[in-house]
């Protein structure tokens, strides 16, 4: 061999010494599982990290594409390997997050990339790719949500109250004012606040002011009519103010009977009443 072609090939070989040294510090920094699996075979082998990602050494992932299934927790399995039969089928990057099972019976939340290549034939030989463990990063994910969904909740509750007030006006009566449209959620929840404050408070007299309601239809009376029921068995007794000359129409139209209910035409009115009556 010339001189200069031993010169080349050493500074080829230390060329490929840096490189695996890089790619094995890189490996290890990251902390992946690094696979070739020979697809007609089914066996793969593993290199890098595999302990420090499933607490496994190579020898303990010596089973295959077989073994690799069944590590998979079995509510991903059937959408991981519905994910790689797409991915084979097509011969496309194999991107996919799972729980794969740990050596101590626990599992890890993995995100695995592969790819393929072909035979001289066109046909997939080898998959290669690696497994990084992401549990932390999940967990933190799921803390977020969780998070999200708590501030959620809170304001949907503060919203509630804000839309449902109920208003203490003496030692004896409440006030609660209702604004806008009233559906079969708001009525229960109309159902619950009236109950629950004439409960805590010890309330005789609970007004239920109807002024800003924009309409008064079959299920509003309804609701009214249950909510006058159900705090008459507290021993209190409801009063509804604000009822409008075209609501009072609407109701006699409707043939709704307001009988259990005490009625006055304004707030300022049925609280007068509820005064004299406390």
């Known amino acids: 061999m010339p001189p ?11 060329e490929l ?5 890089r790619y094995t510090m890189l490996v290890s920094a990251i902390g992946l599982m690094v696979y070739d699996y020979h697809i ?17 050494t190579y020898a303990e992932l010596d089973g295959g594409i077989a073994q690799w299934e069944q590590l998979i927790h079995p509510e991903d399995r059937p959408e991981t390997l519905r994910a790689l039969e797409v991915a084979l089928a097509a011969q496309d990057r194999y991107d996919v997050e799972y729980r794969f099972q740990h050596k101590d019976g626990s599992y890890v939340w993995i995100f ?44 949907a509750m503060a919203l509630n ?41 010890n309330a005789h007299v609970a007004i239920i002011d109807i002024t800003g309601v924009a309409v008064v ?17 507290l021993g209190a007794r409801v009063m509804l103010t604000g009822i409008r000359p075209e609501v009072a129409q609407t109701l006699i139209g409707l043939g709704v009977d307001l009988s259990v209910i005490d009625t006055k035409a304004s707030l ?11």
């Open 4 to 14: 200069n072609d031993n010169a080349d090939a050493t500074a080829l070989r230390a």
């Open 40 to 56: 007609p075979s089914g066996t793969i082998s593993w290199s890098g990290e595999t302990e420090r990602v499933c607490g496994r």
């Open 112 to 155: 695995e990339h592969g790819y393929f290549i072909a035979d001289a034939t066109g046909k997939p030989e080898h998959m290669f790719g690696m497994l990084q463990n992401i549990t932390l990063l999940k967990e933190a994910q799921d803390q977020q949500l969780r998070m999200q969904a708590e501030i959620i909740d809170a304001q």
């Open 161 to 201: 109250e804000l839309s449902t007030p109920l208003m203490p006006i003496s030692d004896g009566t409440v006030v609660l004012p209702l604004i806008g449209s009233i559906d079969s959620r708001r009525a229960q929840q109309i159902m619950e606040t009236l109950l629950q404050g004439v409960g805590e408070r």
């Open 217 to 233: 239809d079959t299920q509003v009376a309804n609701t009214l009519i249950q909510a006058a029921q159900a705090v008459r068995l």
């Open 17 to 21: 010494a840096r490189l695996n040294e």
């Open 268 to 278: 300022q009115d049925g609280i007068a009443a509820a005064l004299d009556l406390v």
